[in-house]
């Protein structure tokens, strides 16, 4: 069994930053690509920031050049670095992992965690 973490949420003034952190723990040969989400209150759920097992990585126009996702393969986590927050980043982030579980044959399986809340005061 694979489980994904989150951690790092809380209450910031905007203009303030936050890290998050999303865990991988279990059964695990490898984690590929990784993506935060988040879902405002009465909203869908939005990609925010992917990253690939090389280090690509790719972010929704609202945050570009705000928000900083990287990795740690070693530690199979995934951070999200969030600088000049806004109120309107108010939301549970998510994180979700594309997950090698078995490499004979191999099988790949998507994992999402429980979320982490985000809460932007002006």
């Known amino acids: 069994q694979v489980q994904l973490v989150e951690s790092g949420g809380g209450l910031v003034q905007a203009g303030g930053s936050l890290r998050l952190s999303c865990a991988a723990s279990g059964r695990i040969f490898s984690v590929n690509a990784v993506g935060w989400y988040r879902q405002a209150p009465g909203k869908q759920r939005e990609l925010v920031a992917t990253?690939?097992?090389?280090?690509?990585?790719n972010y929704a126009d609202s945050v570009k050049g705000r928000f900083t996702i990287s990795r740690d393969n070693a530690k199979n986590t995934v951070y999200l670095q969030m600088n000049s927050l806004k109120p309107e980043d108010t939301a549970v982030y998510y994180c979700?992992?594309?997950?090698?579980?078995?490499?004979?044959?191999?099988?790949?399986?998507?994992?999402w965690g429980q979320g982490t809340q985000v809460t932007v005061s002006s």
């Open positions: 990253i690939t097992s090389g280090g690509s990585t």
């Open positions: 979700n992992a594309n997950v090698v579980i078995a490499l004979t044959p191999v099988r790949r399986n998507d994992y």
